[in-house]
T-cell receptor, first 116, second 114 residues
Framework: DTAVSQTPKYLVTQMGNDKSIKCEQN?????MYWYKQDSKKFLKIMFS???????INETVPNRFSPKSPDKAHLNLHINSLELGDSAVYFC???????????????FGSGTRLTVV | AQSVSQHNHHVILSEAASLELGCNYS??????LFWYVQYPGQHLQLLLK??????LVKGIKGFEAEFIKSKFSFNLRKPSVQWSDTAEYFC????????????FGGGTRLMVKP
């Protein structure tokens, strides 16, 4: 019963391709996030969704588009993949906004994307 | 710019040594503080958190952290490390005046020699 699950775990693809990473949470949380972890292990937030509305959108390329069909899912679609997109992408979720600050986030196991 | 800093990038210890990893933040006002651990090839797991009350917080696996407001610090400690503590450790902050954006420090890689 994984709380936050991501698929696939590993993704190897060629430059220029379009790919998607899926994320699902069964915690009943209201907010979901995508983080990128680069080769130096630095974690940076990319997007968050609350009740199907984008509430944080950091300066990421518009080739990246989050899609949330419902509050339990937040998928990440990437167009025209580039070498620099190679990283580990983590999905996370947190309770409603008023409680997230004291609760923290629950993270998925990550998707290691390698662009060749 | 507001940030979270972890000054120790790499730490190497022998088993049974004591550990202290530094974390400083530059946000004003009230903050909520977290330490996450990432074991090799695994996802982030919450070690401990502080949002109010006793500034000395105890977490899982014998870890603790102390919030010192005057120093804007939240250092992680463990009296005696084990080989299994080898991992990447991340300090993170959610400022109360910035929604719920969890911002991470750059991480500290801990290697414990058996």
């Amino acid at each position: 019963d994984t709380a936050v699950s991501q698929t696939p775990k590993y993704l190897v693809t060629q430059m220029g391709n379009d790919k998607s990473i899926k994320c699902e949470q069964n915690l009943g949380h209201d907010t979901m996030y995508w983080y990128k972890q680069d080769s130096k292990k630095f974690l940076k937030i990319m997007f968050s969704y609350n009740n199907k509305e984008l509430i944080i959108n950091e300066t990421v390329p518009n080739r990246f588009s989050p899609k949330s069909p419902d509050k339990a899912h937040l998928n990440l679609h990437i167009n025209s993949l580039e070498l620099g997109d190679s990283a580990v992408y983590f999905c996370a979720s947190s309770p409603q906004l008023s409680r997230a600050s004291s609760y923290g986030y629950t993270f998925g196991s990550g998707t290691r994307l390698t662009v060749v | 710019a507001q940030s979270v800093s972890q000054h120790n990038h790499h730490v190497i210890l022998s088993e049974a040594a004591s550990l202290e990893l530094g974390c400083n933040y530059s946000y004003g006002g009230t903050v909520n503080l977290f330490w996450y651990v990432q074991y090799p090839g695994q996802h982030l797991q919450l070690l401990l958190k502080y949002f109010s009350g006793d500034p000395l917080v105890k977490g899982i696996k014998g870890f603790e952290a102390e919030f010192i407001k005057s120093k804007f610090s939240f250092n992680l400690r463990k009296p005696s490390v084990q080989w299994s503590d080898t991992a990447e450790y991340f300090c993170a902050v959610i400022p109360n005046n910035a929604g719920n954006m969890l911002t991470f420090g750059g991480g500290t890689r801990l290697m414990v020699k058996p």
